[in-house]
C-alpha cells in the first residue's frame, strides 16, 4: 500500500522553528518530486515548496522564501520542511505529496499525506 505520512506539526510561537516530515511507505520517494502544501480554514489549498526527484532542485512560495527549506534523505526514504521564523499566517495543515515533476500545482501530484497541523500563535 502507498502511503505517505506527515508528522512534526504543532502549536509554536511566532518566530519559533519546526521541521515537518513526509515518510513513504510502500514506494521509494527517490524517484518522485515531492511537495509541500497547506491549507489554512476557509481557504484553498497552496503550494508552499517542492523538491525534484533527480537534481534536487527546489522551489518556494513568496511567503515562504528564506524561512522555509526543503530537503530530502532517500536513505531515510524521508522529505523535510525546516520553518524557521513562523508567523501566525503560516497557521494551517501541512500536507506532502508525490508526483513526477517539483510544481506547485496540486493536480501534478498522485499521492498526498493525510496532514499535519502547524498553529503558529502566542
Known amino acids: 500500500q502507498l502511503q505517505l505520512v506527515e508528522s512534526g506539526g504543532g502549536l509554536v510561537q511566532p518566530g519559533g522553528s519546526l521541521r515537518l516530515a513526509c515518510a513513504a511507505s510502500g514506494f521509494t520517494l527517490d524517484y518522485y518530486a515531492i511537495g509541500w502544501f497547506r491549507q489554512a480554514p476557509g481557504k484553498e489549498r497552496e503550494g508552499v515548496s517542492c523538491i525534484s526527484s533527480s537534481t534536487g532542485t527546489t522551489n518556494y512560495a513568496d511567503s515562504v522564501k528564506g524561512r522555509f527549506t526543503i530537503s530530502r534523505d532517500n536513505a531515510k526514504n524521508t522529505v523535510y520542511l525546516q520553518m524557521n521564523s513562523l508567523k501566525p499566517e503560516d497557521t494551517a495543515v501541512y500536507y506532502c505529496?508525490?508526483?513526477?515533476?517539483?510544481?506547485?500545482?496540486?493536480?501534478?501530484?498522485?499521492?498526498w499525506g493525510q496532514g499535519t497541523q502547524v498553529t503558529v500563535s502566542s
Open positions: 505529496a508525490a508526483g513526477r515533476f517539483a510544481t506547485m500545482a496540486l493536480y501534478e501530484y498522485d499521492y
